[in-house]
């Protein structure tokens, strides 16, 4: 790795980000031979400068939060080459960098880059849009869509967990219908989870013993929704494991492609981004992306 290229969002983490890059370009340029540094203006332009970058760097870096990873992501997951990949933190959750092991505190993170420590994990593919944590419909949907902006930058990565709070008991079901080479379902739901990260919202939630270098995406259907339903949520964080048995509103299981289909057609959400409704062919691109890690115990 020599050739490095810093696409930055300049108003995330409060513009903290921005106002650290003169400090992240001088130790980048202590270990790379070429540290460039690309701040973004609007939405799309990250995906413009993967485009333009990646058949000339070694290493794109990514700063910024969750949407500004999934812009990059997509924009790098459909070429033929792609660079290695890394993540500066700087947004509310930022939950594949939690993933990788990559400490929250953007200079910290930059010394884990310096290392350059790295791994091949999975991407999620979803029709023409790729994923690193989640894709979901349902309750997970209407969560993030209950959140102003206000209170999101107030509140950080709490506000997902009261808005949990205030959207679960009004949560309506709908019609699913799921096929995989391993399971197929067919009945209510009140939320489809699929998983390849382990952090979502900021907290190992409901697959914290994931793995993005297994090959398998986690798959997660809620029938209903009810107390005990948050408080299975919250033994999932306790014991490592969704605790399906005995427990007739949870299904769980683990498939490497799933073909879905809702009535009413659902939004989707992908990674805290939503762009278009079911139906929606889901599946795992093995080995497809080489990160910059950081202390996660990969094995």
Known sequence: MKRVAVIVNPNAGNKKLINSIEQIEEMLSSTFEEVTIHPTEKEGDGAKLVEELAGHVDLIIGAGGDGTIFELINALAPLNKRPIFAIIPG????????TLGITQHPLKA???????????????KSDNQYFLNFWGIGLVSKVSGNI???TKQL???????????QTVMEEEPFQLTLESETQSYEGDAVMLLIGNGSFLGGIQS???????????????????????QLWTWMQTRLQKEFPTEGNDDLVY????????????NQEIDTDGEK????????????NHLEVIVGDYPFS
């Open 275 to 286: 762009t278009y409704h079911t139906p929606s062919t889901v599946s795992i691109l093995p």
């Open 110 to 124: 930059v010394e884990q880059i310096l290392e350059k420590r790295t791994e091949k994990v999975d991407v999620g």
């Open 253 to 264: 299981f683990r498939a490497k492609e799933l073909r879905i289909q809702a009535a009413p």
């Open 206 to 228: 409901f697959f914290p013993s994931s793995s993005v270098q297994d090959g398998e995406l986690d798959v997660l259907i809620i029938k209903q929704t009810s107390i005990a």
């Open 91 to 98: 947004g509310t959750c930022n939950d594949f960098s939690r």
């Open 148 to 150: 102003d902006s206000g």
């Open 155 to 165: 509140l950080g990565k709490l506000s997902y967990y009261i808005s949990a709070g």
